[in-house]
């Protein structure tokens, strides 16, 4: 069935370090993928999305990378700061049988000062 | 331009009762999404909603209901609770379907609530 599912649950890395968070995803129908940003207490925020006429876009300290023949997103962060420790979760769109997004499980990201 | 409001933030209940959430979406976003974020599920769709008629729905039993209003402000109603309902109810608002093309189709969170269940 269709999934999305994230390699790895927890990172951690050192403030000013750049954080790699990957993604997979096995509906080859979805046009279009999003990165949200949780912090504790919150829903998910808007980072960036990418259509998958795209392979990249950037954005502020973000990048997001979309590689259709192996079906893998990845959400790079530049620079990273002690504010983005959040769970990052990625999210594709698939128009069949309606406007239908499917959220991965999530990577915890640690920053550490 | 507010953002997505969910009422209430917080709420208890007990075994066997029913509860009634609101969302509010942006203003001028008619698709409406809730889903149901639980630590070991992640977060999960149960049902979009879009000019008052629901537009797709997740797999969660019938105790899960929801409607819209014409403006386009949300509820969602669970019957009968049981212990494992208790989780973050997320609502999201999108401009789907009013426009063409994959941008619209982002979806804005609410603050969710946080239902427990005792």
């Known amino acids: 069935g269709e999934s999305v599912g994230l390699h790895l649950p927890t990172l951690s890395v050192q403030e000013g370090d750049n954080s790699i968070i990957n993604c997979a995803y096995s509906?080859?129908?979805?046009?279009?993928f999003i990165w949200y940003k949780q912090e504790s207490g919150k829903g998910p925020q808007f980072i960036i999305d990418?259509?998958?006429?795209?392979d990249k876009r950037q954005g502020q300290r973000v990048t997001v990378l979309l590689n259709k023949t192996v079906k893998h997103l990845s959400l790079q962060i530049a620079a990273t700061q002690p504010g983005d420790s959040a769970v990052y979760f990625c999210?594709?769109?698939?128009?069949?049988?309606?406007?239908?997004?499917?959220f991965g499980a999530g990577t915890r990201l640690f920053v550490k000062a | 331009k507010a953002g997505v409001t969910q009422t209430p933030r917080y709420l208890i209940k007990t075994r066997g009762q029913q509860v009634t959430l609101s969302c509010s979406p942006i203003?001028?976003?008619?698709?409406v999404s809730w889903y149901q974020q639980t630590p070991g599920q992640g977060l999960q769709f149960l049902f979009e909603?879009?000019?008052?008629?629901?537009?797709n729905k997740g797999n969660f039993p019938g105790r899960f209901s929801g409607r819209q209003f014409s403006n386009s402000r949300s509820e969602m109603n669970v019957s009968t609770l049981e212990l494992g309902d208790s989780a973050l109810y997320l609502c999201?608002?999108?401009?789907?379907?009013?426009?063409?093309?994959?941008?619209?189709?982002?979806?804005?969170f609410g603050p969710g609530t946080r239902l427990t269940v005792l």
């Open positions: 999201a608002s999108s401009l789907r379907g009013t426009s063409g093309g994959p941008s619209t189709d982002t979806q804005y």
């Open positions: 509906n080859s129908a979805s046009d279009y």
């Open positions: 990418i259509r998958s006429n795209m």
């Open positions: 999210a594709e769109n698939n128009r069949a049988g309606g406007f239908k997004t499917i």
């Open positions: 203003s001028g976003h008619r698709s």
């Open positions: 909603y879009f000019s008052e008629t629901q537009r």
